[in-house]
């Protein structure tokens, strides 16, 4: 099992910065995909980053260049840095996990809203 705690989101104004958090704990040692996602209310959730074990990111096209996905091994913690945020970027963030035995785990989401 992998708990995974977000923190890190609120109130900002149109071009400025958040840093998304995902605290990990359980059998963290298992986990080979390390994801955030986000979710406006009626509507699908949608992939905004992907890390890898070779330490390699990819983000969607719409968050490419503004954001970034990092992990503190040593503080077992997943960091999303988002820069020059835009009223779009508004919803709920989701930190999600896979592991190499089939398990799928979400955090309880964190919301983030940019007023413009």
């Known amino acids: 099992q992998v708990q995974l705690v977000e923190s890190g989101g609120g109130l900002v104004q149109a071009g400025g910065s958040l840093r998304l958090s995902c605290e990990e704990s359980g059998s963290i040692a298992t986990v080979v995909v390390r994801d955030w996602y986000r979710q406006v209310p009626g509507r699908q959730r949608d992939l905004v980053a992907r890390?890898?074990?070779?330490?390699?990111?990819t983000y969607a096209e719409s968050v490419e260049g503004r954001f970034t996905v990092s992990r503190d091994s040593a503080k077992s913690t997943v960091f999303l840095q988002m820069n020059d945020l835009k009223p779009e970027d508004t919803a709920v963030y989701y930190c999600?996990?896979?592991?190499?035995?089939?398990?799928?785990?979400w955090g309880q989401g964190t919301p983030v809203t940019v007023s413009s």
């Open positions: 890390l890898v074990p070779s330490g390699r990111a």
């Open positions: 999600h996990a896979c592991n190499n035995m089939g398990g799928d785990y």
